[in-house]
């Protein structure tokens, strides 16, 4: 029989806090001084690049940064992938994201986002979100989810294995994309010696 780890609800786990609300479009700027985190950067790719972020001058007001380990996760839409946050650089969550924060020491910020996207708390994350047409994860829902709360030597057993899973799927799309690079240029060379063209002419009647 397996072990039933206790469960807790992430209120007591880690404080959770909307993002910035900006009032204006954001737009890059190249001599901005913080980055932004936006809904499509977590649903375009999980792992996060700063060069990939926005750059914008620190808006005027009280401005909470993220952290390293903090937990990002999309506040709207019917996808709730939960990603570790991990660069340097000065980066503001926007106000379609929600964030967490670890305060207990019994669960590892590693550990906790990876819970979160486990398929049966991404359903109850789901079920917790209104709307119909643009359902809406709100803090109050986000903070009574139940999470099972392993000893912690479990808990970094199942970070490490995460990263060895997620550096294993990396290293195949790698392999994916050589393997495609190499083809491409495989049929160009098979086509160019039998005399076809690479790029077939304009239907007739569209030629120039």
């Known amino acids: 029989?397996?072990?039933?780890?206790?469960?807790?609800?992430?209120?007591?786990?880690?404080?959770?806090?909307?993002?910035?609300?900006?009032?204006?479009?954001?737009?890059?700027?190249?001599?901005?001084?913080?980055r932004v985190l936006q809904i499509r950067d977590l649903r375009?790719?999980?792992?996060?690049?700063?060069?990939?972020?926005?750059?914008?001058?620190?808006?005027?007001?009280?401005?909470?940064?993220?952290?390293?380990g903090d937990i990002v996760i999309?506040?709207?839409?019917?996808?709730?992938?939960?990603v570790n946050f991990t660069l340097s650089e000065p980066t503001l969550a926007s106000s379609q994201l929600l964030t967490?924060?670890?305060?207990?020491?019994?669960?590892?910020?590693?550990?906790?986002?990876?819970?979160?996207?486990?398929?049966k708390t991404q359903h109850t994350l789901r079920n917790e979100s209104r709307g119909t047409n643009m359902p809406l994860l709100t803090r109050q829902s986000l903070s009574m989810v139940k999470v099972p709360v392993p000893p912690l030597a479990t808990q970094q057993k199942i970070i490490d294995l995460q990263q060895l899973w997620e550096q294993e799927q990396q290293l195949t799309q790698q392999l994916l994309n050589n393997r495609e690079s190499m083809l491409k240029g495989m049929f160009k060379q098979l086509l160019r010696r039998t005399g076809t063209p690479v790029n077939p002419?304009?239907?007739?009647?569209?030629?120039?």
């Open 1 to 34: 029989m397996s072990q039933q780890h206790p469960k807790a609800i992430l209120s007591t786990l880690a404080s959770i806090r909307s993002g910035f609300p900006f009032r204006e479009r954001i737009k890059h700027v190249n001599s901005g001084d913080v």
């Open 44 to 68: 375009l790719n999980p792992i996060l690049k700063a060069a990939n972020l926005p750059l914008i001058k620190c808006p005027k007001g009280r401005a909470n940064f993220l952290e390293s």
């Open 74 to 82: 999309p506040a709207r839409g019917e996808h709730y992938h939960a």
């Open 100 to 119: 967490l924060r670890v305060t207990s020491d019994t669960v590892l910020p590693g550990y906790l986002c990876w819970a979160l996207n486990q398929p």
């Open 201 to 208: 002419p304009a239907p007739h009647g569209e030629q120039e």
